[in-house]
T-cell receptor
């Protein structure tokens, strides 16, 4: 079975532009989460979507938005890009909670976004 | 205080020895705990999940959880050069829709 797939793998943008990143979860996974990882840090939680609804949001500005489609794929949008948005953007999918416990998240290879 | 704390390392361990990686967390309501391995330039790869106090073993890896002390650890037995990577501890409260990662510990296995 295919793992989590993300596109594109690399992207170069300039300040002020907008970007859309895409993610397809593992087959059967209905939960998709987005993370931002800068060099030397762990992934920082941005959003989680489950069954097309936002279930969690991290401490990121409103320039960041996301959505999930009926096939459970997801897009992350970032508007008005800043130099500080340069990072590896990771998508992860998981199966639903079991007995209230979060299930492990499985990551895609990420999109490396560079802002010039 | 960070929500999930790890020693950044690098932790240098001789080949064949036991590597011990530690993590503390601040939210007493945390119920789900994960260890990920991340090679340079790659995405995190799940090693183990643990939900109950005690030890959980999977091959050369053992995760240990102590909720009273808010402490989770990962032991790697018979360390191999291929184990050289950054190890990320991740924690999630009950039913919470987010997982919080530590900054990771860099592990280096020396021949």
């Amino acid at each position: 079975d295919a793992g989590v797939t993300q596109s594109p793998t690399h992207l170069i943008k300039t300040r002020g532009q907008q970007v859309t990143l895409r993610c397809s979860p593992i087959s059967g996974h209905k939960s998709v989460s987005w993370y931002q990882q800068v060099l030397g840090q762990g992934p920082q939680f941005i959003f989680q979507y489950y069954e097309k609804e936002e279930r969690g949001r991290g401490n990121f500005p409103d320039r960041f938005s996301a959505r999930q489609f009926p096939n459970y794929s997801s897009e992350l949008n970032v508007n008005a890009l800043l130099l500080g948005d340069s990072a590896l953007y990771l998508c992860a999918s998981s199966s639903r909670h079991q007995d209230g416990l979060n299930q492990p998240q499985h990551f895609g290879d990420g999109t490396r976004l560079s802002i010039l | 205080q960070k929500e999930v704390e790890q020693n950044s390392g690098p932790l240098s361990v001789p080949e064949g020895a036991i590597a011990s990686l530690n993590c503390t967390y601040s939210d007493r309501g945390s119920q789900s705990f994960f260890w990920y391995r991340q090679y340079s330039g790659k995405s995190p790869e799940l090693i183990m999940s643990i939900y109950s106090n005690g030890d959980k073993e999977d091959g050369r890896f053992t995760a240990q959880l102590n909720k009273a002390s808010q402490y989770v650890s990962l032991l790697i037995r018979d360390s191999q050069p291929s184990d050289s990577a950054t190890y990320l501890c991740a924690v999630s409260p009950w039913s919470a829709s987010k997982i919080i990662f530590g900054s990771g510990t860099r592990l280096s296995i020396r021949p």
